[in-house]
């Protein structure tokens, strides 16, 4: 799959209501592949994804990561904490994405937190919007984007690199996945994105 999501259209716009649709797609797929892995049923999958729209509409800052809700949703119906809910699912969606995205578990990403934003701003509020903090190292030919969820790591790479060859005429740039803990990721959106 060249696309994490098939015909995922990106907006024009980066605003809320324009992200909204592609939080919805990324929170879909995410249940998608978490059912295929036996994590989930389907009858559990409208409410969560009920829930999480809810969330999405009511939230104010930064938008909520579908995987962080989930992983406090089902810790409420399961023995395990919400961070331990998270590692069992960001398991079984990295062995279910054929390891296309890795995790990050060795300190800071490589590079200043906010030179791609810098090169490219209009990738800041998508970013932010999608829960992944990425950064360049070197020039503009290596880019790392971290998130929580493996599959919105995923989207946020793929716009990166669509982006960036729009907006280069040089080579395309090497983007790499990460997925990484709770802590590791509340702080890196913080140095990113914190106002």
Same mark, same amino acid.
């Given at each position: 799959?060249?696309?994490?999501?098939?015909?995922?259209?990106?907006?024009? %716009?980066? &605003?809320?209501?324009?992200?909204?649709?592609?939080?919805?797609?990324?929170?879909?797929?995410?249940?998608?592949?978490?059912?295929?892995? &036996? +994590?989930?049923?389907?009858? $559990?999958?409208?409410? =969560?994804?009920?829930? +999480? !729209?809810? %969330?999405?509409? *009511?939230?104010? !800052?930064?938008?909520?990561?579908?995987? $962080?809700?989930?992983?406090? +949703?089902? #810790?409420? %119906?399961? #023995?395990?904490? /919400?961070?331990?809910? =998270?590692?069992?699912?960001?398991?079984?969606?990295?062995?279910?994405?054929?390891?296309?995205?890795?995790?990050?578990?060795?300190?800071?990403?490589?590079?200043? /937190?906010?030179?791609?934003?810098?090169?490219?701003?209009?990738?800041?509020?998508?970013?932010?919007? =999608?829960?992944?903090? *990425?950064?360049? /190292?070197?020039?503009?030919?290596?880019?790392?984007?971290?998130?929580?969820?493996?599959?919105?790591?995923?989207?946020?790479?793929?716009?990166?690199?669509? $982006?960036?060859?729009?907006?280069? $005429?040089? &080579?395309?740039?090497?983007?790499?996945?990460?997925?990484?803990?709770?802590?590791?990721?509340?702080?890196?959106?913080?140095?990113?994105? *914190?106002?």
């Amino acid at each position: 799959m060249s696309a994490p999501l098939p015909n995922l259209q990106f907006p024009a %716009k980066t &605003d809320r209501n324009s992200m909204r649709p592609v939080l919805d797609r990324i929170a879909g797929t995410t249940v998608m592949y978490l059912q295929q892995s &036996d +994590y989930l049923v389907e009858s $559990e999958s409208a409410p =969560l994804l009920a829930a +999480y !729209g809810e %969330k999405l509409g *009511a939230a104010s !800052g930064f938008m909520p990561d579908f995987l $962080e809700f989930a992983a406090e +949703y089902q #810790a409420q %119906k399961h #023995a395990l904490t /919400a961070e331990g809910e =998270l590692a069992r699912m960001q398991r079984l969606l990295r062995n279910s994405l054929n390891d296309r995205v890795h995790c990050w578990s060795f300190g800071p990403l490589s590079g200043r /937190a906010s030179a791609l934003y810098e090169h490219c701003p209009v990738l800041r509020p998508v970013c932010m919007a =999608l829960g992944c903090p *990425a950064t360049l /190292a070197g020039e503009t030919s290596i880019v790392h984007v971290t998130s929580l969820n493996p599959v919105s790591a995923l989207a946020a790479s793929f716009w990166i690199s669509q $982006e960036l060859n729009r907006t280069s $005429e040089g &080579d395309a740039p090497f983007v790499f996945s990460f997925f990484t803990d709770l802590p590791a990721w509340q702080l890196l959106m913080q140095r990113h994105f *914190a106002p």
